[in-house]
């Protein structure tokens, strides 16, 4: 751990040379002491992309006199609306080398060896799947000497232990590493992208009023739930305002928020942001009512550039594929969008490639850059309706709509399917678990908690 002193601080230089303004980001030293040997050492912070993810600032100190170093991780981004989990099943050595961020709110789990790292026992990181391996060990053995003397029956347990972890690398059998973060800003490496990893799950939850807690976003003594408003009838009516920070420069901005009926569908919520200092916009939606009973699987078939101006309505727990490009991207990863068939696809290009800081320069992959590349010119062609494509929006909330052009008849280019959740469907969406009988009594009256 290194201690950065106020007054390098309070010139203003330091957020100046990292800020995300800059066109080529410079790593920025300043002067922090040492907790090894309490000497001076050099802290250098460089605010940097993770491809696919987010700006995270990386921050490194090393010290000339003792030669001690570490490295931590922070997000430079807001805490996310949705936390996240990654499940990752380990199959080869290839897979130790994935990139993963791991903030210092995330808990990492090894189920197979029922070990599990607390949330903020450690800083956060930005290493691979072999360094957090490495890392875990390095903690275990730190305190193994004066351990083995006070109590070696213990110490040979941990010994025990530590070499089932180093086993690991090996990978002799297949494991699973589990991340999940409430705060939303773990990451772990999809190195096929924009392809869909088989190896990796994604999922997003909403989080408990604890983790509200721990995150700061809620007081100690404030367990109640926020109420909600009932009166929809001045939702539908009025533009409800409230202040925000922009997502792409943290301004301060204002969210926009209106209740709209989607002709032939139903009510969803609008909200948009615009920020009068950078000029980035964006809008996300909501759904306005209740989850299905249902899920809704659309498929439609591209067959005229007209088609890129069907409306689309997006929710935040709908899949997208486009199995031409072997393309697919799970739910919660392009927000809740409601926009044009070429705005979605205009949003999947900028994802994954026009807004990807590792696609240029001497940074990128030869090979990831070239399928990267030529993945943005088959969405182009799409677009342009060169290209023979499918495109299915999969919900199983049932709450995402494609446009009808030939409604109230049938699109012929189109199919809706209804079809049952399975119960891990069911479990993203925290509907297993949900209760809605068994509150009133005999007579009718709702029971007291």
Request: glycine letters at 6%; proline letters at 4%.
């Amino acid at each position: 751990m290194s201690v950065i002193s106020e007054d390098n601080v309070r010139g203003g230089s330091l957020f100046k040379d990292i800020s995300a303004d800059d066109e080529d980001w410079q790593p920025t030293e300043i002067e922090s002491l040492c907790m090894n040997c309490y000497q001076n050492g050099t802290t250098r912070l460089l605010l940097t992309k993770i491809p696919f993810f987010k700006e995270v600032i990386v921050s490194s100190f090393s010290c000339n006199k003792c030669a001690w170093s570490n490295t931590e991780i922070q997000s430079a981004g807001r805490i996310q609306e949705q936390g996240v989990c990654y499940t990752l099943r380990v199959k080869s050595k290839q897979d130790l080398n994935r990139e993963v961020v791991k903030a210092d709110s995330a808990t990492t789990r090894i189920p197979e060896l029922d070990f599990e790292i607390p949330p903020y026992t450690q800083k956060g990181s930005l290493s691979t799947i072999e360094g957090l391996l490495d890392r875990a060990v390095a903690g275990l053995e730190q305190d193994q000497v004066a351990r083995r003397a006070a109590d070696p029956e213990v110490a040979d347990k941990i010994e025990e232990f530590v070499q089932k972890l180093k086993k690991l690398k090996e990978v002799e059998d297949e494991f699973t590493l589990v991340i999940e973060d409430p705060s939303g800003n773990s990451f772990v490496e999809n190195p096929v992208a924009p392809q869909k990893d088989e190896a990796l799950a994604v999922t997003r939850f909403k989080r408990t009023a604890q983790q509200d807690m721990q995150l700061g976003l809620r007081a100690d003594d404030d367990l109640e739930e926020e109420p909600a408003g009932n009166d929809l009838e001045t939702m539908r009516n009025e533009v409800l305002a409230f202040s925000t920070n922009c997502p792409e420069c943290n301004a301060p901005a204002a969210t926009n928020m209106k209740l709209v009926q989607i002709p032939h569908f139903k009510e969803v919520i609008i909200m948009a942001t615009n920020c009068d200092v950078c000029g980035h916009r964006t809008n996300e939606v909501k759904s306005g009512g209740a989850t299905e009973a249902l899920g809704t699987k659309i498929t439609l078939h591209i067959t005229d550039a007209s088609d890129m101006t069907r409306d689309v309505l997006k929710s935040e727990t709908c899949s997208i594929e486009i199995p031409e490009v072997e393309f697919e991207v799970g739910m919660g990863a392009l927000s809740g969008k409601f926009t044009t068939l070429e705005g979605l696809l205009t949003d999947i290009k900028d994802l994954t490639v026009s807004k990807n800081p590792f696609i240029c320069g001497d940074s990128g992959i030869v090979d990831r850059v070239r399928k990267l590349s030529e993945f943005g010119e088959k969405l182009d062609k799409i677009m342009a309706a060169e290209m023979d494509a499918h495109i299915i929006l999969d919900d199983p909330a049932g709450n995402s709509y494609l446009q009808n052009v030939y409604a109230p008849d049938p699109d012929p280019e189109m199919t809706i399917e209804k079809y049952t959740r399975t119960y891990e469907q069911n479990e993203d969406l925290g509907l297993n678990d949900m209760k809605t009988e068994g509150y009133h009594d005999e007579n009718g009256t709702a029971k007291s908690t």
